[in-house]
């Protein structure tokens, strides 16, 4: 199992660019348009080269997310836990 930590919670506009591509793939899964005023935290997967992207309003609670990332074969930190949780 793969251990997702934080890289950073941004605005939509804010997000660097280089995670842009994850931001569109998540999109497109869930079927929404990206739109300037969406919160998203961008998660590191370690191991990998790749990122879990979250935008904030699509969860209720942290247990959602837990289990998004349990599906993906990955567990989220306790320090990003605390953090995301405080923006829910």
Known sequence: ??????DG???????PEEY??????????EKRE???GDDLAILSISGTDSHHVLF???YNNIREIEKELKDADAK?????????????
């Open 1 to 6: 199992m793969f251990v997702a930590t934080l």
């Open 9 to 15: 919670i941004f605005k939509y506009p804010d997000i």
């Open 20 to 29: 842009e591509p994850y931001v569109q793939f998540k999109a497109t899964i």
């Open 34 to 36: 990206v739109k300037d």
């Open 56 to 58: 904030l309003d699509s």
């Open 76 to 88: 989220i930190n306790h320090t990003t836990l605390k953090i995301i949780g405080g923006h829910l």
